[in-house]
C-alpha cells in the first residue's frame, strides 16, 4: 500500500490582483522506503503541497492519505507519523542543539531518560556531539540544517517531509545533507522532498512530479522523464549560415538517425538517438556537401529539458512574485 496517496487536491489564496489558484487538481502517490521529489520553480505550488500534507493548510478540495490516515479525519495521526523540516526551521537560537532535542523528545511524551538516550543518538547519528552544547544562534548553516533534520527525526517517523533542504546551503554542506538523505532511505523511511534544483532532484529523488503553476506537468523516475525528450541533442552552427541552411536541412531530414530538428537563434538543434555515432555521420554528410560547420555541441537531455518541452520555458525562469492570502482566512496573511 502507498505511504502516501493525493487525489485532486486544489488550494486557492487570495492576492492583490485576485484570487490565484496555488494547487489545481495535484495527485501522486509515494510508495514506502522511497525519496520522492516535488521539483518546481518557486512560486508552483511545492510547499503549499507539503504543508497541506502535514496538515499545516486545509485544501480547498481533493483527498489524500498520509501514512494510513485520512488527511481530514485523522490529522492528529497523521501529524504523529511525519517528521517535517521547514524552509527556516524551528529551532530555539538561544538554547543549545541538545537542549532543542531534549525539549523536543519530551513533547512527544518521552521519559526524561528517554530523551535523553534519544538525543544522544541522534547527535551520534548525525555527528554532532562536537556543537551540540553550543548555542544554536552560533550554528552555521548545515550545522542547522542537521539540528532540523534531527528534531524531525525525534520521534522514530517512518515518513519524513523536507521542504527546500538545501536552500541556501554552501557545497560542502549540500552534499552532506544528501549524505544523511540516503542513509535515511537505507534505513527505511520514506522521504517527500521539495526542491528547485535540478541535480537535487535528478541525483536523490527515486521518482519525482514535475510541478508548475499549481499543476502537476509529468511525473516518473529521473531517466523515465529525461526519455521523453526525443535524444540527444546535437547542435550545430553553419560556417555560412545564410546560403547552407536550405540545402543542409533538405540533406539531414533523408538521413534516418535524425528524429526532429529545431532552428534556434541562428543554430541548428538536431535530436538523435545515440549522439556520438550520430555525430560522426552527420559531419559526414555535410562535408560531403560541401557544407562547412563552425562549432558543434553534444547534449544529454535533463529535467530542464524536460520541463521546457511540457511548459515552453525553462525551469530556471522565476514566475512572479504575488503575496497570498488564504481565500478562507482573508485577514491573515500566510
Given amino acids: ?43 508552483a505550488g511545492k510547499t503549499t503541497t507539503l504543508r497541506i500534507l502535514a496538515t499545516l493548510l486545509p485544501p480547498e478540495q481533493g483527498q489524500a492519505r498520509v501514512a494510513g490516515y ?15 523540516v521547514g524552509q527556516i526551521g524551528g ?13 523536543q523528545a519530551r513533547l512527544y511524551g518521552m521519559s526524561r531518560q528517554a530523551a535523553h538516550t534519544r538525543t544522544a543518538a541522534l547527535l551520534d547519528q548525525l555527528e554532532m556531539v562536537s556543537f551540540a552544547d553550543r548555542f544554536v544562534r552560533t550554528y552555521s548553516g548545515g550545522q542547522r540544517r542537521r539540528l ?10 517512518p515518513l519524513l517531509f523536507l521542504d527546500e ?46 510541478i508548475d503553476e499549481g499543476h502537476m506537468v509529468a511525473e516518473g523516475t529521473p531517466n523515465q522523464l529525461k526519455q521523453q525528450i526525443v535524444g540527444d541533442v546535437l547542435t550545430l552552427r553553419l560556417a555560412q549560415p545564410e546560403t547552407a541552411r536550405t540545402e543542409a536541412l533538405e540533406r539531414l531530414h533523408t538521413c534516418s538517425w535524425v ?34 560547420v563552425s562549432s558543434v555541441a553534444l547534449a ?32 491573515r496573511k500566510d
Avoid at 16 to 25: I, K, M
Avoid at 148 to 157: G, R
Avoid at 195 to 201: D, F, G, I, K, S
Fill in 1 to 43: 500500500m502507498s505511504i502516501i496517496e493525493v487525489q485532486d487536491l486544489w488550494k486557492r489564496f487570495k492576492s492583490r490582483q485576485g484570487t490565484v489558484e496555488a494547487l489545481r487538481g495535484v495527485s501522486l502517490t509515494v510508495e514506502p522506503g522511497e525519496i520522492f521529489g516535488v521539483l518546481g520553480p518557486n512560486g
Fill in 70 to 84: 485520512d488527511l481530514l479525519r485523522e490529522p492528529g495521526k497523521v501529524r504523529a507519523s511525519l517528521g517535517y
Fill in 91 to 103: 529551532a530555539d537560537s538561544m538554547a543549545t542543539g541538545r537542549e532543542n532535542l531534549l525539549l
Fill in 148 to 157: 532540523d533534520l534531527a528534531l524531525a527525526l525525534v520521534h522514530h517517523p
Fill in 165 to 210: 533542504p538545501s536552500l541556501g546551503l554552501d557545497p560542502q554542506s549540500r552534499a552532506r545533507l544528501w549524505e544523511e538523505v540516503r542513509a535515511l532511505r537505507a534505513s527505511g523511511t520514506t522521504l517527500l522532498l521539495t526542491t528547485h534544483y535540478l541535480e537535487e532532484a535528478d541525483t536523490l529523488c527515486d521518482r519525482l512530479t514535475i
Fill in 259 to 292: 528524429r526532429e530538428i529545431q532552428e534556434p537563434q541562428g543554430s541548428l538543434q538536431i535530436y538523435v538517438s545515440h549522439g556520438e555515432e550520430a555525430l560522426v555521420q552527420i559531419l559526414h554528410v555535410l562535408e560531403a556537401a560541401q557544407i562547412g
Fill in 300 to 331: 544529454r537531455p535533463s529535467l530542464d529539458d524536460v520541463f521546457l518541452r511540457q511548459t515552453g520555458r525553462s525551469l530556471r525562469d522565476e514566475p512572479r512574485r504575488v503575496d497570498l492570502l488564504p481565500v478562507s482566512q482573508k485577514g
